[in-house]
């Protein structure tokens, strides 16, 4: 009660299609789980957000955006600060050693 070669041969070719048809379905069941973790329905997102919405992460946060507030802020500023000291700086002491030349000079009449 054996097969004949043709019968042998179509079980073959029919086994490779099932084979060939679970590779396919398991293929696009996992390209199915990927666009569902991509696009995620809304009432998850807002479960994940009521999870995350802690006063611990509110307070991270604002600090995060005080903290870059500050810095944007506060940058023009520390360049004008540090050129007006520059060039006070070079001032002050271009006549401060002017005073003390007169002082040892005139005064204190050291040559």
């Known amino acids: 009660m054996g097969m004949t070669p043709i019968q042998r ?7 490779k299609r099932i084979r060939q048809k679970k590779e396919l379905l ?3 069941e996992k390209d199915r789980k990927k666009r ?7 009432t998850s997102r807002w479960q994940r957000f009521k999870k ?6 509110w307070i991270d ?7 870059i507030a500050f810095d944007v802020l506060s940058s023009p500023i520390l360049i ?6 520059y060039f006070l700086n070079k001032y002050v002491n271009r006549h401060i050693k002017r005073f003390l030349k007169w002082f040892v000079h005139k005064v204190l009449k050291i040559q």
């Open 52 to 57: 995350w919405s802690t006063i611990d992460h």
């Open 26 to 28: 398991a293929q696009m």
């Open 9 to 15: 041969f179509r079980l073959k070719q029919h086994l």
């Open 36 to 42: 569902s973790k991509f696009f995620r329905p809304v």
């Open 80 to 85: 004008l600060v540090r050129s007006v000291r």
């Open 61 to 67: 946060l604002s600090v995060d955006i005080g903290l």
